[in-house]
């Protein structure tokens, strides 16, 4: 059986237009809260992605990207408070990247232009990153955290 790639297709690759991250099992890192954190994650950059495939204006999508952008702030310092709880070794490793990361939002989302490069640059960086970061650190992360036991906040 083929098993499709979690990471979006650039458009070429696609045949045009960008495809949504479906939700699969795969993207469990057996911590609750964080699954269910990602699972909305993932619902938002979707609608993101609609919303620049329908040709919406800058507002619409800036608007979208916005929420994307507060939910993934509220998720990081859940993750952030896990890890400080658990006492995880990778913690300043892992934080640097979410800080990283959401700087580099901003930083595109303050020069977004709906229908130029950088909409589609937000896409790709976006959704690669959500689907990379969750599949490799987030998931290492939960193991640590489901080994030892931590309770879920
Ligand atoms: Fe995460
Ligand atoms: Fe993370």
């Given at each position: ?26 993207y ?10 990602h ?94 970061h969750i599949l490799?650190?987030d ?15």
């Amino acid at each position: 059986m083929q098993t499709r790639a979690p990471i979006i297709p650039s458009p070429e690759e696609s045949d045009g237009g960008w495809e949504m991250i479906i939700w699969t099992d795969e993207y469990l890192t057996g911590n609750p809260g964080m699954d269910g954190d990602h699972r909305r994650l993932l619902a938002l950059f979707n609608e993101f992605l609609t919303a620049v495939n329908a040709g919406q204006g800058d507002g619409a999508v800036r608007g979208v990207l916005d929420e994307l952008t507060d939910y993934t702030r509220h998720h990081f310092a859940r993750e952030e408070r896990l890890m400080l709880e658990g006492r995880y070794p990778q913690y300043e490793r892992h934080k640097k990247m979410h800080d990283t990361f959401s700087r580099q939002v901003a930083d595109a989302r303050d020069h977004l232009v709906v229908g130029s490069g950088m909409s589609a640059f937000l896409l790709s960086f976006l959704g690669g990153w959500l689907a990379r970061h969750i599949l490799g650190t987030d998931r290492d992360l939960g193991h640590f955290l489901s080994n030892r036991g931590a309770a879920d906040h």
